[in-house]
């Protein structure tokens, strides 16, 4: 199967167990983290990339521990009535998620390739990228 | 060698007779038909930007209460507006902030909300809180008025920009270690990446670099709606050089100052923004119309972006520290295409400036020409040309008598 972005969201009372350990362990599946912001006794969120037969059995564990799963498209959203297509977004995006289309040059974005870095959300000018929860 | 005139082409654009073209459309055409027989054909040719300009405000004359006041300080939705007007009068700047804004305390500061946010709400028709305390005076004796007002309850809102429209602009790149949060954006250290603000081909100083067309009175495309070029801007020193490459040039320095009412423009094309790390500005649409009085005038027009250079500059000391020194030389098109070199690297690049937008606006503009509810003007006085020998003046730090 082609490897699927999802955004973990760690209540606080789970923060530090080894759930990863177990997705790799129990459930066999290939774990490639993104970005990981995890504390100890906080709410913590993780990007990773999973691969492997047990997909669903290891999605239906996260969330029986009580990790919130999402996939990853939802995450951030450009607000289309707002971008101006200037570009400034286009090289401090880590994964070509925005580019500008040549030679329209307009921007475009594409959640598939986003990770979520959220560095857009704030180098954008006008404020039309979006994190949505 | 001219061949035509302003009254001759006006005359066209009301028979509706006139050939009108974006800067993009001729430079096709030239490279088609020539430049002789393209001068002939082309009266207009269009030209569009749309980038942050932070030069840029609106004055207001907000109407008087009863009893009176007189301004004295004044706040529009929180930012900070200047009180040294007659009573009723103000100007708000693009750049302006909030007294409570955190600015940069917490590098990089995010300045969600200035003067160029006002002005954008303002044009959309929203209500905005003014606030104005006076200190009394027997004919204005009211010291306090907090109110909501929109666009249409105001006399006059004019849109009145110091320094718009920078004929070409520096791509800035980072050589230092550290990321740089500058007004042309986000700098990634070790030449990660560079930003330009100017729409090239489109830009409208660009494609009068002489200044033989546009100047004083100059009807133009502002922020949606007809403004008017009023002056030469600050910091206006033209210059043209010769590129590296045959025909090509290295024109910089060029800045208009215009002028506009507020209540015909449109906040499609006057939008607020804010700068990480670096401030609020507002973000202003400008189309140029440039009438092809003769073949000189259209060769400058119809330069593509292989021939239209821009310096690269570092923003981590050369920019700060005012030193004059660059990184070489890079034309649009190498711009445009997505990555450069420099020292020897490939380096990605991105714009400030929408291109698309700036092609929108020349394609309006054109519209607007060719149904006859826009002529041309011909300015009542040109603007200093690169023969004018302008050059900046830097500021000195010294005592009264030095």
């Not at chain 2, 035509?4 to 430079?27: C, F, P, Q, S, W």
């Not at chain 2, 209500?127 to 306090?144: A, F, H, I, N, S």
Request: hydrophobic fraction near 40%; charge should be neutral.
């Amino acid at each position: 199967m082609t490897p699927k972005k999802v955004v973990l969201r760690f209540p606080a009372d789970v923060a530090d167990k080894p759930i990863i350990y177990y997705l790799v362990k129990d459930f066999d599946l290939m774990v490639n983290i993104l970005k990981a912001n995890i504390n100890p006794h906080k709410q913590g969120t993780m990007i990773v990339e999973l691969s492997g037969d047990k997909f669903d059995a290891g999605l239906a564990f996260l969330q029986e521990r009580g990790v919130n799963v999402q996939p990853l498209s939802e995450e951030i959203v450009r607000n289309e009535e707002q971008c101006i297509s200037c570009g400034a977004c286009t090289a401090i995006c880590p994964s070509q998620a925005l580019f500008i289309d040549r030679p329209s040059m307009i921007v475009q974005f594409d959640g598939e390739k986003c990770i979520v870095c959220q560095l857009c959300t704030r180098a954008c000018p006008v404020r039309a990228m979006e994190v949505k929860f | 060698m001219s061949i035509k005139t302003y009254a001759e082409i006006n005359a066209r654009l009301r028979e509706g007779k006139a050939v009108v073209v974006t800067a993009e459309e001729v430079t096709t055409m030239v490279q088609e038909h020539g430049l002789a027989e393209t001068a002939r054909r082309v009266d207009v040719v269009t030209t569009g930007t749309f980038a942050p300009m932070c030069s840029s405000g609106v004055y207001l004359n907000f109407g008087h209460s009863a009893p009176r006041i007189k301004g004295h300080q004044i706040t529009l939705n929180d930012v900070p507006a200047y009180g040294g007007l007659a009573a009723v009068d103000t100007y708000l700047g693009a750049t302006a902030l909030p007294a409570n804004d955190p600015l940069n305390s917490n590098h990089p500061g995010e300045f969600r909300h200035g003067g160029g946010h006002v002005i954008h709400d303002l044009v959309a028709g929203k209500p905005v809180k003014l606030r104005v305390t006076g200190y009394g005076t027997d004919c204005y004796p009211r010291q306090e008025v907090e109110t909501y007002i929109t666009l249409d309850d105001l006399n006059e809102a004019v849109l009145f920009n110091p320094r718009n429209c920078y004929q070409n602009y520096n791509v800035a790149v980072n050589l230092g270690e550290r990321t740089l949060y500058t007004y042309m954006g986000v700098l990634k250290p070790r030449l990660g990446n560079a930003h330009y603000s100017t729409s090239g081909q489109l830009s409208p100083l660009l494609k009068d670099p002489y200044f033989r067309t546009i100047g004083v009175g100059t009807r133009i495309f502002l922020g949606g709606g007809i403004g008017y070029v009023v002056w030469n801007g600050t910091q206006h020193c033209p210059s043209v050089r010769e590129g590296p490459t045959e025909g090509s040039v290295f024109a910089a320095g060029g800045t208009l100052t215009v002028l506009g009412d507020l209540k015909q423009m449109s906040p499609d094309w006057l939008v607020g923004a804010s700068i990480l790390g670096y401030g609020a500005t507002l973000v202003v649409g400008i189309g140029v119309p440039i009438p092809i009085l003769d073949e000189e005038i259209l060769r400058c027009a119809a330069r593509s972006d292989a021939e239209l250079y821009a310096p690269i500059v570092d923003y981590s000391v050369a920019y700060p520290q005012r030193r004059p020194e660059i990184l070489g030389l890079v034309s649009y098109a190498e711009l445009k295409s997505g990555t450069i070199k420099v020292n020897g690297r490939d380096v990605p690049t991105a714009p400030l400036s929408s291109y698309s937008k700036a092609r929108e606006i020349a394609h309006l503009l054109k519209d607007w020409l060719l149904s006859g509810k826009f002529t041309l003007t011909e300015p009542v006085q040109l603007l200093p040309s690169p023969d004018a020998g302008l050059t900046g003046k830097a500021l000195e730090i010294k005592g009264p008598k030095e």
